[in-house]
């Protein structure tokens, strides 16, 4: 059952926001910087085609598109990889919400997931004609779903910080809403699926849409050591071992090759910490959080809302992290 609950999370991380922020961009294509900063709430229209082309630095394996109008302007949503010699590779991407590689049956946004392809050297996504089109954003990047569930002492909150309410001196009680919710995305409010058909009697939904601001207080226990920190926090990989080499014994499964070395690197150890927080580098950036992985209608554009990551060791080679995940627009 959906009801807001928190089930397993899952990240979204847009490595399009983190290139841009380490300045890794020169091989990307986009129209638009503002495209790739995951803000929905800017809406442009886009003449001559829109699409955003991320390189693969790190593994990739889902694209998402915000603010769009592909029903009612009748486009179609591609995704595509592209090889060194500009070979097209068709990554056949999975559905997760209103991402159809025919035709979009909604206003709003799309989601799709797909298997990494090592042979893309960057990923495009966007419209597949050169009509005009409106566009908040177009997110490219990797997914991590924690490997369970936080525990059950987890507490989501709205904050109503843009209420600010003062008393005159005659005791009157006056308020001033500064914002009462997330933004609207162009016509429609933030997180909308609007049909053609709903089209025209949508706009309210921008006055009258969700209000608050949700904040997830989670506590994790339990965490294995590779699932909570990873093997290796370096770029290379060949270069880290010993001279007989690790034992393997003493690792994971796959962690160490059959040369002896690592088999992951920072950039695509699966681990929370690799491919979560070091992504988003701590608190600076946003991404896309889904409080529970089998519920897609419940997302939100977040940070951390925290200076550090403690984790904590109460077993061995066991861990517990408590997050703090605040939405943002």
């Known amino acids: 059952m959906a009801y807001q609950n928190v089930g397993t999370p899952k990240f979204y991380i847009d490595h399009g926001l983190w290139l841009s922020s380490v300045g890794l961009?020169?091989?990307?294509?986009?129209?638009?910087?503002?495209?790739?900063?995951?803000?929905?709430?800017?809406?442009?229209?886009?003449?001559?085609?829109?699409?955003?082309?991320?390189?693969?630095?790190?593994?990739?394996?889902?694209?998402?598109?915000?603010?769009?109008?592909?029903?009612?302007?009748?486009?179609?949503?591609?995704?595509?990889?592209?090889?060194?010699?500009?070979?097209v590779i068709d990554l056949h991407e999975n559905n997760v919400i209103n991402f159809d590689g025919n035709a979009q049956a909604y206003d709003g946004f799309s989601i799709c997931t797909f298997a990494d392809n090592d042979s893309s050297a960057t990923v495009q996504c966007g419209y597949s004609d050169e009509s005009a089109h409106v566009v908040s954003a177009i997110s490219i990047g990797s997914t991590y779903t924690m490997p369970h569930s936080p525990d059950l002492s987890l507490t989501l909150s709205y904050e109503y910080g843009g209420i600010k309410t003062i008393e005159?001196?005659?005791?009157?009680?006056?308020?001033?809403?500064?914002?009462?919710?997330?933004?609207?995305?162009?016509?429609?409010?933030?997180?909308?699926?609007?049909?053609?058909?709903?089209?025209?009697?949508?706009?309210?939904?921008?006055?009258?849409?969700?209000?608050?601001?949700?904040?997830?207080?989670?506590?994790?226990?339990?965490?294995?050591?590779?699932?909570?920190?990873?093997?290796?926090?370096?770029?290379m990989q060949s270069e880290w071992t010993d001279a007989g080499g690790f034992n393997s014994d003493d690792y994971d499964d796959n962690d160490i090759n059959d040369s002896g070395h690592y088999s992951y690197t920072i950039l695509d150890d699966p681990s929370f910490y690799s491919q979560v927080i070091h992504k988003v580098l701590g608190s600076r950036l946003r991404f896309i959080f889904q409080p529970n992985s089998n519920d897609p209608t419940n997302m939100a554009i977040a940070k951390f809302d925290m200076k550090k990551f403690s984790f904590k060791q109460v077993a061995n080679n066991v861990y517990n992290v408590k997050l703090k995940i605040r939405e943002v627009w």
């Open 168 to 235: 005159t001196k005659g005791g009157a009680s006056l308020s001033n809403s500064f914002y009462n919710g997330s933004p609207p995305w162009g016509d429609y409010g933030a997180w909308e699926l609007v049909s053609t058909e709903e089209a025209a009697q949508a706009g309210r939904s921008k006055q009258i849409g969700a209000s608050g601001r949700r904040i997830w207080d989670l506590s994790f226990s339990y965490l294995d050591d590779g699932d909570a920190l990873g093997l290796n926090h370096h770029i």
């Open 25 to 87: 961009l020169e091989n990307a294509y986009y129209n638009d910087l503002s495209l790739l900063q995951l803000n929905p709430a800017n809406q442009q229209n886009y003449g001559g085609g829109v699409g955003v082309g991320i390189p693969r630095i790190a593994p990739i394996n889902y694209a998402a598109v915000f603010g769009h109008k592909a029903a009612t302007e009748g486009g179609q949503l591609i995704l595509l990889g592209y090889g060194s010699v500009n070979n």
